[in-house]
Each structure stands twice: as structure tokens, then as C-alpha cells.
């Protein structure tokens, strides 16, 4: 069909390398911030965020979309939101709550996947929204960091970061939705067949 992309097997490719480094500076990013290095951080957390999007457009435009990557990319996203909210909340820089609803959404889900498992099915097809959920929210988090600052910067890093914040929440639970939707359908769909 035209317009769709193969799916390789092939592990080595720039995409699953530029996947490979988000996950190596995850640490990098959760030191900074313990050790208030805050601007380093931003920069961490900011490359983290422009990977994740490079990563894409670069398997789509040469033609490397791997079925590792295609775990790679979402399971990064996830490490890093987590690690993320949590150096964040400890800082006192987001509140705990935030986290909670994050974490919530994402234990919700892991606890569908082994009932598609058992039915034959892998991982959920990523949904619009849940692509849309985490670019806000990788948006958020280094404005939030950045709203630790007392002046006008920080300020600014406030108000953008807990805007994107609350849209990439609102989306990230949408697509949570979506997905549970997704796997009751396969399920009963499975279990009726």
C-alpha cells in the first residue's frame, strides 16, 4: 500500500542509535537535576525531547522503521517521563499528584498487555493522541524545570509548562482510553471468535 513503511528487523540504524543515547542520558538528566545543575538539565532534557522527535522523521525518511525501534522509541519515552516527573516532584518543582496520574495511566495499561499477550497480540499500535500526549509533556517538563527560576524566565517556564503539562495530560489519558478500548475489542473479539 503506498505510503506505509516496511517494518525491518535490522537493529543497527540511526534511529534506534538516536533512541539508544535518550535512553543513556536519562541518568545524565536525573543527576543534574538531584544536583541542581539546572541548566544542564534543560539542555538534557531538551536534546532528549528534539531526538524524539528526530528519531521519527529520520526512520520514515530513509526508510528505517525496525520493529526494535518501534519498542525502543515508546519504552525511552516512557523512561524518561517517569524519571522526569519524579526528579521533578522531589525537587518540589511539579507536586506529587502530578506524577500519580501519570503513573497511574501507565500501570493501568502495562496491566492490559499481558491479556493481549495471551490472546496472541503484542503491544497497542501507537494512537495520534498518545503521540500527541507525550510531545506535550516532553514540552512541559523542561519549562517546568525551568520554572524553578525566579526571575521572568521562570515565570514563563511556569505558565507554557503546566499549559502543555495539563494538554499533555488530558491527551496522554485520551489515548489511554482509546487504548483500553483497542484491547477490550481484541478481547472479546478473540474470545468470541
Given at each position: 500500500m503506498a505510503g506505509e513503511q516496511q517494518v525491518r528487523s535490522t537493529v543497527l540504524t540511526a534511529p534506534n542509535a538516536i533512541s539508544l543515547l535518550r535512553l543513556l542520558l536519562v541518568p545524565v538528566f536525573a543527576l543534574l537535576v538531584v544536583r541542581h545543575h539546572d541548566g544542564w538539565?534543560?539542555?538534557?532534557?531538551a536534546?532528549?525531547?528534539?531526538?524524539d522527535w528526530l528519531d521519527g522523521v529520520v526512520a520514515r525518511r530513509f526508510n528505517q522503521v525496525s520493529r526494535l525501534g518501534q519498542m525502543l522509541d515508546p519504552a525511552a519515552d516512557r523512561l524518561y517521563?517517569?524519571?522526569t516527573i519524579v526528579v521533578l516532584a522531589w525537587r518540589a518543582i511539579v507536586p506529587w499528584w502530578l506524577v500519580a496520574l501519570i503513573v497511574v495511566r501507565d500501570l493501568v495499561?502495562?496491566?492490559v498487555l499481558?491479556?493481549?499477550a495471551r490472546r496472541g497480540y503484542g503491544p497497542l499500535p501507537v494512537h495520534f493522541a498518545g503521540k500527541a500526549g507525550t510531545a506535550a509533556l516532553l514540552y512541559a517538563f523542561p519549562l517546568l524545570l525551568l520554572s524553578s527560576r525566579s526571575d521572568a524566565w521562570g515565570t514563563f517556564g511556569a505558565v507554557t509548562g503546566w499549559a502543555f503539562a495539563w494538554w499533555g495530560i488530558t491527551l496522554y489519558w485520551l489515548a489511554g482510553a482509546v487504548y483500553l478500548r483497542q484491547a477490550r475489542t481484541l478481547s472479546v473479539g478473540t474470545a468470541t471468535a
Amino acid at each position: 500500500m503506498a505510503g506505509e513503511q516496511q517494518v525491518r528487523s535490522t537493529v543497527l540504524t540511526a534511529p534506534n542509535a538516536i533512541s539508544l543515547l535518550r535512553l543513556l542520558l536519562v541518568p545524565v538528566f536525573a543527576l543534574l537535576v538531584v544536583r541542581h545543575h539546572d541548566g544542564w538539565a534543560f539542555v538534557v532534557l531538551a536534546v532528549s525531547g528534539v531526538s524524539d522527535w528526530l528519531d521519527g522523521v529520520v526512520a520514515r525518511r530513509f526508510n528505517q522503521v525496525s520493529r526494535l525501534g518501534q519498542m525502543l522509541d515508546p519504552a525511552a519515552d516512557r523512561l524518561y517521563i517517569l524519571v522526569t516527573i519524579v526528579v521533578l516532584a522531589w525537587r518540589a518543582i511539579v507536586p506529587w499528584w502530578l506524577v500519580a496520574l501519570i503513573v497511574v495511566r501507565d500501570l493501568v495499561l502495562a496491566a492490559v498487555l499481558p491479556t493481549l499477550a495471551r490472546r496472541g497480540y503484542g503491544p497497542l499500535p501507537v494512537h495520534f493522541a498518545g503521540k500527541a500526549g507525550t510531545a506535550a509533556l516532553l514540552y512541559a517538563f523542561p519549562l517546568l524545570l525551568l520554572s524553578s527560576r525566579s526571575d521572568a524566565w521562570g515565570t514563563f517556564g511556569a505558565v507554557t509548562g503546566w499549559a502543555f503539562a495539563w494538554w499533555g495530560i488530558t491527551l496522554y489519558w485520551l489515548a489511554g482510553a482509546v487504548y483500553l478500548r483497542q484491547a477490550r475489542t481484541l478481547s472479546v473479539g478473540t474470545a468470541t471468535a
